[in-house]
């Protein structure tokens, strides 16, 4: 930026000197001299559209002050009207949106206060219009209040002090004979059908002839939305003054306006709309797992303060589906996303066999399968990224499957005996067989060890139907702190076949080696 500076000031420099130093009053050399200056400004011109296109990804504010220096450094009189007029014309007539911004402070703070004058009283009627129709709908600025129509004739009030709207608002004004509003009719009513934003639109019809409107309405904006509230007004007498508040001289004129009535967009279109929106609902982050969302959803799911929940698969299914029923057809991806991502990081905390295999249908219906709804950037890190993980391990020894082909050394527990064995878990020989993979020091491995140990006592019970189904199970004992110490190869094996990311891990089998369930326990 200070090179464009230093290089303008040096061709201001050069234009205010061939102004002073011309021969003025020489009547033979006028023709020449308005040929050499018009080169001049050619120069000039060029150098500040280089200087404002260096501008352009600046914040408005930084804008302004460029301005202001650009047009102060000129001294000669000419040479600063001339430079004003300029960057005045470049930002009135810029597509980028908050343009106008730049071109209204000129005007402010250059022209209307007296230190530059217009060529003629023409412009300056033209610039006070420009000026008149913008200032009120600029970016930042409050959404001026207006009173509108709607089709029964009832009066509608947009933009009232003291109003809790809660959702974004988005201005359309259009007029039925337009045909550019045609297109961005049928653009808008596509976005609106196609995604789940919850907007208020207003479709603002900006003729006097009802029919005409109500033939429009029929025609092009029959609008089939989940989220988006859609209402159609006009104000045929122009009591709200509406085309000057909003800056309405042609349509179609499109506006985005913030809950609290700030004014996020103006001057735009259906496409550059639905960026915005995109980056307003599908780029928000979300914090998910907090320690109050993760107390929230254990008691939702059974459990208490101090204890974890066990919820059944079938609760955690329930309450997935919950989610989803209460938000989707509302359109409310903002509180499905939440709450499911929420739900996605309680059930990866807890061991539990429901939990864990209520979660493979979360990940499955709610979150892997629709790309619609967790698309944006924040999403892929934190939930489907988190999703895919938990995919991987419950993918591993799936109910029904067969178990690991493997040859593990173990404890092997039966009501004759209790020895070490070298034992491929697929060739057990219980009818029934519980495999607990275990580490030293863990206080829910040894509960779940003596809870085995009891079982498999009772193969001497006097009761004959608890003897006879005991006497047909085998118990398993692996110890993982010993074999990723002696045998780091079979570990990384077994890490690769069972989800074994938390210790106890306890799996039950048939004679075939089928797995019967996963993540069991034999607690009470």
Known sequence: MNTFKEKFLTL????????????????????VREQQDSSKFAALESKLGEYCRAMEQEPVSVQEKECDFLIGSCTETSVRQYVALSLYNRYRSSRLMGAESVAIHILDSWFFNGKIDFHDEIEKMDARI???FNRNSLIGCKA???????????????FEEG??????RVLFFYDASCSKCKIETILLRSLFENEDYPVEFYAIYCGTDSQEWKNYVN??????????QVRHLWDPDGDSDFQRLYGVIQTPRLFLVAPDGTILGRGLDARALAFMLHGIFDDRELEYGSDQAMDIMNLTLGGTDSVQARPSEDQVRYFADKIAESTLPKGDTLSFRQMSGDLLYCLASNHSQGAREGMKY???KYII?????????????????????????LSRAVPGSHVADLVVPAQLQTWKRSCRVERNLRRLRGDINIIIFYTEGCSVCKAEKAAANEMISQGLSSDRALRKATRRTTVLLVNMDEISQSRPDLSSELFDSFDLSSLPYIIITDREGTILERYATLLQ
């Not at 509108?148 to 004739?153: F, N």
């Not at 109003?163 to 974004?168: A, I, V």
């Not at 790309?371 to 993980?389: C, T």
């Open 144 to 158: 001026p209040h207006v009173d509108l129509y709607d089709m029964d004739g009832s009066v509608v009030s947009l």
């Open 369 to 393: 399968s629709r790309n619609e709804i967790w698309k944006s950037s924040d999403d892929s890190l934190k939930v489907l990224g988190m999703a895919g993980m938990m995919n991987d391990l």
């Open 362 to 364: 979360l990940i499955d």
């Open 12 to 31: 201001v420099l050069f234009v205010a000197c061939s102004f002073l130093c011309a021969p003025l009053l020489h009547a033979a050399a006028d023709g």
């Open 163 to 168: 109003e809790c709207p809660k959702h974004l």
């Open 219 to 228: 025609d092009k904006f029959e609008m089939v939305s989940v989220s988006a």
């Open 130 to 132: 420009y000026a008149d």
